[in-house]
């Protein structure tokens, strides 16, 4: 009797992967920016930013490198360029001086919100009846798929 989990093999997984992840990406191009925020020069590593803003809420240049897996000074950048802009607002934070908090702009909030919380409310559907391990490895995959293409194509 093999011990054995079922699953199904490594060209079958190919074959649905390669089905599959064109229409996540048509799906997500599909994702219309909002009126209000096309005249905005937002590239996709802005998204993630104001996606992490989105599911996180405001927070520190420190803390959204961190997340966005970038040095400081790329999110400082990124952070005056969008500022400069109005989507998003620089303030003190009030238990230290000191540091900086970035937030999404009042008058944008609501519909970067409506934009980009989908994808978070989607992730969290799917992720949700997976145990932590299941979920490690789902995130360890996709990264390490992104990390080979970027290794193929750079």
């Given at each position: 009797?093999?011990?054995?989990?079922?699953?199904?093999?490594?060209?079958?997984?190919?074959?649905?992967?390669?089905?599959?992840?064109?229409?996540?990406?048509?799906?997500?191009?599909?994702?219309?920016?909002?009126?209000?925020?096309?005249?905005?020069?937002?590239?996709?590593?802005?998204?993630?930013?104001?996606?992490?803003?989105?599911?996180?809420?405001?927070?520190?240049?420190?803390?959204?490198?961190?997340?966005?897996?970038?040095?400081?000074?790329?999110?400082?950048?990124?952070?005056?360029?969008?500022?400069?802009?109005?989507?998003?607002?620089?303030?003190?934070?009030?238990?230290?001086?000191?540091?900086?908090?970035?937030?999404?702009?009042?008058?944008?909030?609501?519909?970067?919100?409506?934009?980009?919380?989908g994808g978070a409310r989607a992730w969290r559907k799917v992720l949700e009846p997976l145990d932590?391990?299941?979920?490690?490895?789902?995130?360890?995959?996709?990264?390490?798929?992104?990390?080979?293409?970027?290794?193929?194509?750079?």
């Amino acid at each position: 009797m093999s011990t054995d989990v079922p699953g199904i093999g490594v060209e079958e997984g190919v074959r649905s992967l390669l089905l599959l992840m064109p229409r996540v990406v048509g799906r997500a191009k599909k994702m219309r920016v909002p009126e209000e925020l096309q005249s905005f020069s937002l590239a996709p590593r802005h998204l993630s930013l104001l996606a992490n803003l989105v599911f996180e809420g405001p927070m520190t240049v420190n803390d959204l490198a961190a997340r966005l897996e970038v040095a400081p000074t790329t999110v400082s950048l990124m952070v005056g360029d969008l500022s400069r802009q109005g989507v998003l607002e620089r303030r003190s934070d009030e238990k230290d001086r000191r540091r900086t908090i970035v937030a999404i702009a009042a008058v944008h909030e609501q519909s970067v919100n409506a934009w980009l919380g989908g994808g978070a409310r989607a992730w969290r559907k799917v992720l949700e009846p997976l145990d932590a391990e299941q979920r490690r490895l789902f995130v360890a995959t996709l990264r390490a798929y992104e990390q080979e293409l970027a290794a193929e194509h750079d």
